[in-house]
């Protein structure tokens, strides 16, 4: 079975743009997590989607968002970049999101310049 | 002050010892502790998950924890090169919530 699956692997943005990650989780799966990771704060949660709903929210401001598709598949936005939102953003998987296991991907590492 | 704290390391040990690994957490409502280990360039792989206080065995890899200390730790026997990674802890307060609260992870190499 193919993992999670996180696209693009690398970006580098300019303050003030916007972008967009995305995330296919494992075949089956209808949880989808985000987290930042960065040196010093560690893995903070952004938010989690389960079957095109929005149904936990980490504290982030407003300019981070997400969606879910039918598919299951997800994305995330970052608008108004900032330098501190240079980060590795990584997204997990779990079947039902009832506590079972949650399967990350490879991450997206975004570089705000 | 952090919900979960971990030391950051870097620990350095020789091949065959024993690693212990630590967090503290303040929140008394952590229910679900897990252990995650990262290798460089790669996303968290969940090594064990216990649900409130005890011991969990899984080959050479043991957790425990103690909920009436709030704190949780994993050991490592026989160390092996391959176990050269960062260990993340994470927990969260029940099932249905997915929101895991990471400590910053233990930066770890085993020394051939």
């Known amino acids: 079975k193919a993992g999670v699956t996180q696209t693009p692997r690398y970006l580098i943005k300019t303050r003030g743009q916007q972008v967009t990650l995305s995330c296919s989780p494992i075949?089956?799966?209808?949880?989808v997590s985000w987290y930042q990771q960065t040196p010093g704060q560690g893995l903070q949660f952004l938010f989690e989607?389960?079957?095109?709903?929005?149904?936990n929210k980490g504290n982030f401001p407003g300019r981070f968002s997400g969606r879910q598709f039918s598919n299951s598949r997800s994305e995330m936005n970052v608008s108004t970049l900032e330098l501190g939102d240079s980060a590795l953003y990584l997204c997990?998987?779990?079947?039902?999101?009832?506590?079972?296991?949650?399967?990350f991907g490879p991450g997206t590492r975004l570089l705000v310049l | 002050q952090k919900e979960v704290e971990q030391d950051p390391g870097p620990l350095s040990v020789p091949e065959g010892a024993i690693v212990s690994l630590n967090c503290t957490y303040s929140?008394?409502?952590?229910?679900?502790f897990m252990w995650y280990r990262q290798y460089s360039r790669k996303g968290p792989e969940l090594l064990m998950y216990?649900?409130?206080?005890g011991n969990k065995e899984d080959g050479r890899f043991t957790a425990q924890v103690d909920k009436s200390s709030k704190y949780i730790s994993l050991f490592i026997r026989d160390s092996q090169p391959s176990d050269s990674a960062t260990y993340l802890c994470?927990?969260?307060?029940?099932?249905?919530?997915?929101?895991?609260?990471f400590g910053t992870g233990t930066r770890l190499t085993i020394i051939p």
């Open positions: 997990a998987s779990s079947s039902t999101g009832l506590g079972e296991t949650q399967y």
């Open positions: 075949s089956g799966h209808r949880s």
């Open positions: 989607y389960f079957s095109e709903t929005q149904r």
């Open positions: 929140n008394s409502a952590f229910q679900y």
């Open positions: 216990t649900y409130s206080s």
């Open positions: 994470a927990m969260t307060i029940a099932f249905g919530n997915e929101k895991l609260t």
